[in-house]
């Protein structure tokens, strides 16, 4: 997309867990980059109720076992799958086979004229994808290494689509804090940029000549922001025609 020749990434691994306060959260949805590329609707989000006023200040560390259980476990199929020679592949079992092509199905169906719109409905575009690789995190924790000489079960499968649907929930509750709608998001950042100011009139033409145009190229990408923030009482319009 630079223009530059194509790079290739032999052995790929990408993870990213990010604990943000709820702020930056709902700021995230303001994010042209982030919407327009794709990125929010690859995300698992999870908003957890606060834990603040009920915490326990002499609370117990994880047992030792468990630690090193864990510790175990990931070390083991680092180990294995990094002196790899070929891919890795894990294969369902007829069972969870058959539970993938309902929950297809299901999503399929449920993805229609009266389904989810914007970044949910691409969100929802990738949830079969996200409930498999679960299920393949679940497969790996259960059977270590050995887990590609043996198919993933159905409910292996199943309890995957259990944490698919948690997030699920959690993914429209997100989107609905981002307030992911490009009027309500441009306007809010032309209100920011207006309350920085100490002009009590300004001009439609003045507002545009000032302002990122990576967000409002033209002066019809505007007059949408401008007409909410009119909606909503932000500006009075001393010349309709100027909108």
Request: net charge negative; proline share 6%.
């Amino acid at each position: 997309r630079k223009g530059r020749p194509t790079e290739i990434i032999a052995r790929p691994a990408v993870v990213m867990a990010a604990m943000v306060q709820y702020q930056v959260l709902t700021q995230m949805g303001g994010n042209a980059v982030f919407a327009g590329r794709g990125l929010l609707a690859r995300i698992l989000y999870c908003l957890p109720p606060s834990l603040l006023g009920s915490r326990d200040a002499a609370a117990a560390p994880d047992p030792e076992p468990v630690l090193q259980t864990y510790h175990d476990l990931v070390q083991s199929l680092a180990e294995a799958f990094f002196a790899a020679d070929e891919l890795q592949i894990l294969r369902l079992g007829y069972e969870a086979g058959q539970s993938l092509t309902a929950l297809q199905e299901r999503v399929e169906r449920a993805s229609g004229p009266e389904g989810p719109e914007g970044i949910l409905a691409d969100w929802t575009g990738k949830y079969v994808g996200a409930v498999c690789r679960l299920a393949a995190l679940l497969h790996l924790a259960a059977h270590g290494p050995g887990a590609v000489d043996r198919p993933v079960d159905a409910d292996t499968f199943n309890r995957a689509e259990a944490i698919g649907e948690y997030y699920a929930a959690h993914a429209a509750r997100a989107f609905v804090a981002m307030n992911i709608d490009k009027g309500a998001n441009d306007a809010q950042y032309l209100l920011a940029h207006l309350s920085k100011s100490s002009r009590n009139v300004v001009s439609a033409r003045d507002v545009f000549r000032e302002i990122s145009r990576d967000r409002f190229p033209h002066m019809t990408t505007l007059r949408p922001a401008l007409g909410v923030l009119v909606d909503h009482g932000y500006l009075v319009p001393l010349d309709q025609t100027q909108l």
